[in-house]
């Protein structure tokens, strides 16, 4: 019906000069608090760096469907992932592009969709404690699901990501001292719990509504998050650049005005937690179409996948 949509798709070359802003930032900022009190540090880290590195994590969310460079410089994305990677503290990038395009191919699949939280956890963390527990670790659990649920084989391109961070850490260390080396990785563990960015991992695929289970957000938080909020445009069309989702909802309204969504992370962590009827549960999903989860070799794995989309 609107095939100018299909101008949005392609790359955008403001992803990499936000990225590379919000690097530098981070490093000067960590520089100029080595040699203060453990106390402003940590409030720094949750304020400011929280801010930033969960911004930066969201650019690697970008650059796993190549949104920077496109497709046709595979490499230009991954070399800027490992810049944005460095104020993480640990390696992400190759790790995320691994899992984050199987969440997409098969959403809600009770196997290859790694976003989907496990029966464990599900046991665990289902009292409004657990589930204010659940937001508070869930750095760790996105981190660690993945390679319980669904082991895969290590990419060179991941060790590499591995030795970059890895290098990061030890120059910042060795030159600005250990404080200016912890702000990196209290950024990240701070921004990537219970922070306001935050509300958008629950708010992105929790049912609150029955009857939908992918939600967009129109805040103002967008601004420094790649639109990440129009996740409803993100999962219809994966190619076009976070900057131009507005367009899309823009252009084809009727498609999107009407569902349900949301105006505040903050509100969508609160209710999480103190709705009853909303916890780790409230998913989605559906059989696999790939049967049981086992270790298997990367090329497998990927024949898998073209057999399941095919």
């Not at 850490?169 to 719990?193: E, P, R, V």
């Not at 939908?212 to 076009?240: C, Q």
Request: net charge neutral.
């Amino acid at each position: 019906k609107y095939p100018e949509i299909k101008n949005l798709m392609g790359h955008d070359w403001r992803i990499a000069v936000q990225a590379i802003f919000c690097v530098l930032l981070q490093i000067i900022t960590a520089i100029l608090i080595r040699q203060s009190s453990w106390k402003l540090i940590f409030l720094v880290a949750y304020i400011v760096g929280g801010t930033i590195n969960h911004s930066l994590s969201l650019a690697l969310h970008e650059l796993t469907h190549n949104l920077a460079f496109g497709h046709s410089r595979p490499m230009c994305n991954r070399i800027l992932g490992f810049i944005t990677n460095l104020p993480l503290g640990v390696p992400a990038s190759i790790t995320l592009k691994k899992y984050h395009l199987d969440h997409h191919r098969f959403q809600g699949d009770g196997v290859y969709d790694t976003d989907i939280p496990t029966n464990l956890e599900v046991m665990l963390f289902s009292t409004r404690l657990g589930k204010f527990i659940f937001l508070i670790i869930m750095p760790l659990l996105y981190s660690f699901r993945p390679m319980f649920v669904l082991p895969k084989a290590i990419h060179l391109l991941e060790v590499v990501n591995f030795i970059t961070a890895f290098s990061f850490d030890f120059i910042m260390y060795y030159y600005f001292g250990g404080k200016a080396a912890t702000y990196f990785i209290l950024s990240t563990i701070l921004g990537l719990s219970v922070h306001p960015l935050s509300g958008h991992f629950i708010a992105e695929h929790y049912v609150f509504t029955e009857g939908h289970e992918t939600y967009s957000y129109y805040g103002p938080l967008n601004w420094i998050t790649y639109n990440v909020g129009y996740h409803n445009e993100h999962h219809d069309f994966p190619f076009i650049p976070g900057y131009k989702l507005p367009k899309v909802r823009q252009i084809a309204a009727e498609y999107y005005d009407n569902l349900p969504h949301y105006d505040s992370w903050t509100k969508v962590l609160y209710d999480f937690v103190m709705n009853q009827d909303v916890g780790p549960w409230s998913r989605v999903t559906r059989p696999s179409k790939m049967g049981k989860s086992v270790v298997i070799s990367q090329q497998e794995y990927e024949k898998q996948v073209a057999k399941a989309e095919n």
